[in-house]
């Protein structure tokens, strides 16, 4: 129901206010929410769960219309935001034992049956090793479990195109 009204408002919406809706959004939200995890004040399933759903929003949806614009001024909004942010967000740290917490969550996120908090998981799982990549790239290299998850997250984003048989996609060569 919620994607339903979601995608009606954004059709119904007028892009440039819409994107600077979302570039307040992305600006002012983005580092408390990510502090808020760091620190530990948002935590357990739920709470994981609600950044996802933030990170679905800000992430794959900016990205999306950030790159698929043909607004050059709500594409350079966009930028100007992502570099604003970024810039504060980096600034953060999480640490190896928080991100041992956090990555078992996303994991099993990223199985959840609704695709946005999938999205949201996936993309969650990426921030640490930006602002705290030394204290957290081990954990993500040494997890059999991230990997797996990626991969079947990749599978179910594919539609069963990952499925074929080499001969297939050298036949498409």
Not at 145 to 160: I, N, Y
């Amino acid at each position: 129901m919620w994607m339903s009204l979601f995608a009606v408002g954004m059709r119904n919406c007028n892009g440039a206010a819409m994107v600077e809706q979302l570039c307040h959004l992305f600006t002012e939200c983005s580092p408390p929410m990510v502090a808020s995890v760091y620190s530990g004040k948002l935590k357990g399933r739920e709470g994981v769960m609600v950044w996802c759903c933030y990170m679905t929003v800000v992430f794959v949806l900016f990205g999306e219309i950030g790159q698929q614009s043909k607004n050059a001024s709500a594409r350079a909004s966009i930028c100007e935001a992502f570099t604003v942010t970024g810039k504060e967000v980096v600034k953060l740290d999480c640490t190896a034992a928080r991100f041992a917490e956090l990555l078992p969550l996303l994991i099993d996120l990223s199985a959840d049956e609704d695709i946005a908090v999938v999205a949201g998981a996936m993309s969650a799982v990426h921030l640490p090793l930006f602002t705290s990549n030394t204290a957290c790239a081990d954990l993500v290299m040494s997890s059999q479990e991230l990997h797996a998850a990626v991969l079947s997250v990749m599978r179910r984003a594919s539609g069963g195109q990952l499925r074929r048989p080499a001969s297939w996609w050298k036949e498409r060569d």
